[in-house]
């Protein structure tokens, strides 16, 4: 079915000049960019969409990261875009992440690793409407 989900263009990969590649792969893999946002995250941001992971050793250093530059938030739409996504982004884990990913190709480790998808229908409806407005979206139908 179609359906959307929510990706993020982290710092490193925004401060490699690789945000085009990335918007690329999204759209040669058949999902379409509904919806897209550059920002700086405050930390209350980045708290606030990591929430699910505050008890976790790697939060504060997540956070961190993720407010250290800017980076391009987007609602992507499509055929099974959650896994479609998961696919194109590889690994959590760069080391880990199958070649030709966008993790494989652009991340360097663990924190620094390029992107973001939602794991989940569930997550990706959160997250979406944590980043956009309804009226911010702009469906291809
Ligand atoms: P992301 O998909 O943005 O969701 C949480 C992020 O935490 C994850 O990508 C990684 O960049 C980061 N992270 C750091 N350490 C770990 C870990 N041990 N397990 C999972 N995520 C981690």
Redesign the pocket.
């Known amino acids: 079915a179609t359906e959307r989900t929510l990706s ?1 263009i ?1 710092p490193d990969a925004v401060a490699k000049n690789v945000i085009g590649e990335i918007y690329s792969r999204f759209e040669k893999a058949g999902l379409s960019i509904v919806a897209a946002k550059m920002m700086h995250l405050t930390q209350e941001q980045a708290e606030g969409f ?1 929430a699910e ?1 505050k008890e ?1 050793p ?1 939060f504060n ?2 956070v961190a ?2 407010t250290s530059g800017p980076v391009v938030v987007q609602a992507l739409e499509g055929e099974g875009a959650v896994l479609k996504n998961r696919d194109l982004m590889g690994a ?2 760069p080391k880990e992440a199958e070649a030709g990913t966008i993790r494989a190709d652009f991340a360097s480790s ?4 390029a ?3 939602s ?1 989940s229908a569930a997550s990706a409806e959160r997250e979406i409407a944590y980043f956009f407005n309804d009226n911010e979206i702009c469906p291809r139908g």
């Open positions: 993020i982290k990591y992971h976790r790697f250093d997540l990261f993720m959590t884990n663990i924190d620094a690793n992107v973001h998808g794991d």
